[in-house]
């Protein structure tokens, strides 16, 4: 399925976002790039997954590439498809509780926490195919068993939750986004729930 004009401008402000405002996505080479994805059936929100993946490793190098260009997330991509092609594989057999232990107290031991958290894993591993009529209505209850789970982890930050949703604020100001567009709503969203996992170090993998 084509990507539409809200996933591309998705995918070029997540790229600002993660290079501080360095202008990307204007080559002949990346223009292909996204071509390859969309040729191939890769979802977008996979590949925005990989953006964040590939920026996470190159922020921990000491002397990290200074050109970079979407053919670099290649292989992030890759992994993110099979990752999602293995959960949908594993079916019921999934251990749901799997990758709780690494939660952070407080919230570790939170009931309604872990028991959202084994939910999302039970719904991603039952997920049908896009064809089947009954796809759509499972995907908006991970979507929100997953809201629900993430609400739980913000509401156990406290006042810290404060301190991100400010530094957050800066960074999507930063990237040139228009506070309250749709990109805007999208990144943050995305981000957010990316900054409030990592605080509890929750295993969201697209997160």
Do not use: C
């Not at 399925?1 to 998705?10: A, G, H, I, Q, T």
């Not at 191939?40 to 997954?49: E, H, I, K, N």
């Amino acid at each position: 399925m084509p990507y539409s004009r809200e996933e591309k401008d998705w995918l070029e402000r997540e790229w600002a976002f993660r290079a501080w405002g360095r202008a990307g996505l204007l080559s002949t080479e990346d223009y292909r790039q996204v071509l390859a994805w969309e040729a191939d059936g890769v979802p977008m929100d996979l590949v925005v997954s990989a953006l964040n993946a590939f920026f996470d490793r190159r922020e921990k190098r000491d002397k990290p590439r200074t050109f970079v260009a979407l053919k670099h997330l290649d292989r992030d991509v890759a992994k993110a498809v099979k990752l999602r092609e293995s959960i949908l594989r594993a079916g019921p057999a999934l251990d749901a509780g799997k990758g709780w232990q690494q939660v952070k107290a407080p919230l570790r031991e939170d009931p309604a926490a872990r028991s959202a958290y084994e939910e999302w894993q039970r719904l991603r591993a039952s997920a049908p195919s896009p064809e089947s009529a009954g796809y759509l209505a499972h995907h908006d209850q991970i979507r929100e068993v997953r809201a629900s789970l993430l609400g739980l982890a913000e509401a156990a930050l406290g006042l810290q939750a404060e301190a991100l949703r400010k530094d957050l604020h800066q960074r999507l100001e930063a990237s040139d986004m228009k506070e309250g567009s749709l990109v805007w709503k999208r990144a943050w969203n995305h981000h957010w729930a990316r900054l409030v996992a990592s605080a509890w170090a929750l295993p969201l993998e697209d997160a």
